[in-house]
T-cell receptor
Framework: DAGVIQSPRHEVTEMGQEVTLRCKPISGHDYLFWYRQTMMRGLELLIYFNNNVPIDDSGMPEDRFSAKMPNASFSTLKIQPSEPRDSAVYFC????????????FGSGTRLTVV | QQQVKQSPQSLIVQKGGISIINCAYENTAFDYFPWYQQFPGKGPALLIAIRPDVSEKKEGRFTISFNKSAKQFSLHIMDSQPGDSATYFCAATSSGSARQLTFGSGTQLTVLP
């Protein structure tokens, strides 16, 4: 398996633009998580899905952030409009049910909003 | 009560030395404690994990020591190598939390050659 695949790896956008981050989880994993990593705040859980259904989005910082999982092999995190303070590395992770608690993280998307 | 406190923030060790990273937690419901290793430009990767029914788990040069009564656990890296230079995160979760991980703040380890 290729692991969790995220795209793009790097994104530079201007303030006010819409940004869409993409994630393909490991096939067969039933949980998908979106995290944000910054120097100041470390790893923050934004939202997670179970069997494509959003379970907890309490970590989403503002209404500008939205996430979808239309099927078991694809999820998006959208920021509209983007702001400089959204600059961070965004990670997607997936995991398999109750057998083995380890998450598998993707390599992340480094977002820079100028 | 969901916090996991990690120390030190950064650590410099000579090659061949022992690296020790400590974590403490408050939530007694936590029942799974993994450690993640993150190299620059990569996502965190599961390194080793422990459950509170054992006091120690060893995998190669990596050992987790767990003190349930003190609510503390630590990662020991024996014979540290320059290739171990990375950021290490401790984490914790409970079966009642829908498996959300609570991460520590991370320790940046540098092993000098």
């Amino acid at each position: 398996d290729a692991g969790v695949i995220q795209s793009p790896r790097h994104e530079v956008t201007e303030m006010g633009q819409e940004v869409t981050l993409r994630c393909k989880p490991i096939s067969g994993h039933d949980y998908l998580f979106w995290y944000r990593q910054t120097m100041m705040r470390g790893l923050e859980l934004l939202i997670y899905f179970n069997n494509n259904v959003p379970i907890d989005d309490s970590g989403m910082p503002e209404d500008r952030f939205s996430a979808k999982m239309p099927n078991a092999s694809f999820s998006t995190l959208k920021i509209q409009p983007s702001e400089p303070r959204d600059s961070a590395v965004y990670f997607c992770a997936s995991s398999l049910g109750l057998r083995g608690y380890g998450y598998t993280f993707g390599s992340g998307t480094r977002l820079t909003v100028v | 009560q969901q916090q996991v406190k990690q120390s030190p923030q950064s650590l410099i060790v000579q090659k061949g030395g022992i690296s020790i990273i400590n974590c403490a937690y408050e939530n007694t419901a936590f029942d799974y404690f993994p450690w993640y290793q993150q190299f620059p430009g990569k996502g965190p990767a599961l390194l080793i994990a422990i459950r509170p029914d054992v006091s120690e788990k060893k995998e190669g040069r990596f050992t987790i020591s767990f003190n349930k009564s003190a609510k503390q656990f630590s990662l020991h890296i024996m014979d540290s190598q320059p290739g171990d230079s990375a950021t290490y995160f401790c984490a914790a979760t409970s079966s009642g939390s829908a498996r959300q991980l609570t991460f520590g703040s991370g320790t940046q380890l540098t092993v000098l050659p």
